[in-house]
């Protein structure tokens, strides 16, 4: 979602594409369908149960971000500063442009559906969320739930950025050690949890293998299966009693870690598996087409959910064609909409970055 990369690697992108999809999948779920608990009996098939996990599986794609995150852009970041080329003021504009171009018309629209359902629009919850404080200081913008994740990329940037500054300059500037009290007071607030998911990946990136191993792939699939099951069990249901499971409790707030472990993985793997022939490439294009509109997707679908609730929706208790047919007729429609979106704004998202870097160099060059 969040990384725009000079050089493209095999697979990537459908990672990329996946995780906005399971996002979006479980958001319209829950807006198509009643809860499974709520289901007629004769609707609780094992087919219907499979479908709800997979539609359930947003939170998990929520670290998936965060890994992937740190694998593309933490790790690249530590290997410039190993080869002593990292560049603060490159990496800022880099960073910020990816960030806003897409989040500030996001943050936009999701106050034109706020105005639209005539809640309160809430300047000052706005500045929060355009400055990554939301979860810190102030709510999410317009209900706009995803919005959470943006606040701790926002940081892990910061974090990542002024880390590297210092190590690359061996000194702590005025500017950078106000930056990174300012994270960790973040960090104090929201949780270093996904922090350290952004880490694990950065080290696997870094970390990353010369050969291919089929068996770290078996491996990394199974702790992202044990992790995925054990937080399921720990998340607020009661389609099943959890009670029996209660001993997943003690060691429940490692299973994200196990689950981005396991991510780091798979991601390392994916490097070194080419597209070898026509059929492969084919594949591989059609997910880079697919995940080119993922953080404008990851930021946009959910206030079009609002919209549409707002105005009256209902949701089914029943699985039948019909429903099925809304929940697809809604996955595609937001996809469209994503699409135009991205078309409109995250599409030229290097354009604003020159435009930045020429503006600064100009300045620069005047002072």
């Not at 992108?13 to 479980?26: G, H, K, Q, S, T």
């Amino acid at each position: 979602m969040q990384m725009v990369n000079q050089m493209r690697y095999p697979w990537i992108d459908w990672v990329r594409f996946l995780a906005a999809l399971a996002v979006l999948c479980e958001h319209v779920r829950g807006m198509v369908f009643v809860e499974y608990s709520a289901l007629p009996g004769d609707h609780k098939t094992l087919a219907v149960l499979g479908f709800y996990y997979v539609t359930r599986l947003g939170h998990e794609a929520y670290l998936l971000f965060f890994v992937l995150s740190g694998f593309l852009v933490g790790g690249k970041l530590l290997d410039r500063v190993m080869a002593k080329t990292h560049c603060s003021l490159e990496y800022a504009i880099d960073r910020f442009t990816r960030i806003y171009t897409v989040l500030l018309p996001a943050l936009i629209f999701t106050g034109i559906v706020t105005a639209v359902l005539s809640k309160d629009l809430g300047a000052t919850t706005f500045l929060g969320n355009l400055v990554g404080l939301q979860g810190v200081v102030t709510e999410y913008y317009g209900g706009n739930l995803p919005l959470w994740t943006l606040s701790f990329e926002t940081w892990f940037y910061v974090v990542g950025g002024s880390l590297a500054h210092v190590l690359q300059t061996r000194r702590i500037s005025p500017l950078v050690a106000v930056l990174l009290l300012i994270s960790m007071g973040v960090f104090v607030k929201l949780g270093a949890l996904m922090l350290f998911c952004w880490l694990i990946g950065a080290a696997s990136w870094y970390a990353r293998p010369r050969n291919k191993s089929f068996m770290a792939v078996v491996l990394g699939f199974c702790l992202m299966s044990v992790g995925s099951v054990a937080m399921q069990f720990s998340r607020g249901t009661v389609s099943i009693d959890v009670e029996r499971y209660r001993f997943w409790l003690a060691i429940e707030p490692c299973m994200p870690l196990l689950f981005a472990f396991g991510v780091g993985l798979v991601l390392q793997q994916l490097l070194l598996w080419k597209t070898g022939n026509r059929v492969a490439n084919r594949i591989d294009n059609v997910g880079s087409i697919a995940a080119a509109s993922s953080y404008s997707l990851y930021l946009i679908h959910y206030p079009i959910l609002l919209l549409l609730v707002g105005l009256g929706w209902r949701r089914s208790a029943e699985i039948s064609v019909n429903s099925m047919g809304v929940f697809a007729a809604l996955l595609l429609g937001n996809l469209f909409f994503a699409w135009l979106f991205f078309l409109g704004f995250e599409s030229n998202t290097k354009s604003v970055r020159n435009f930045v870097r020429r503006r600064l160099v100009t300045s620069t060059a005047a002072n």
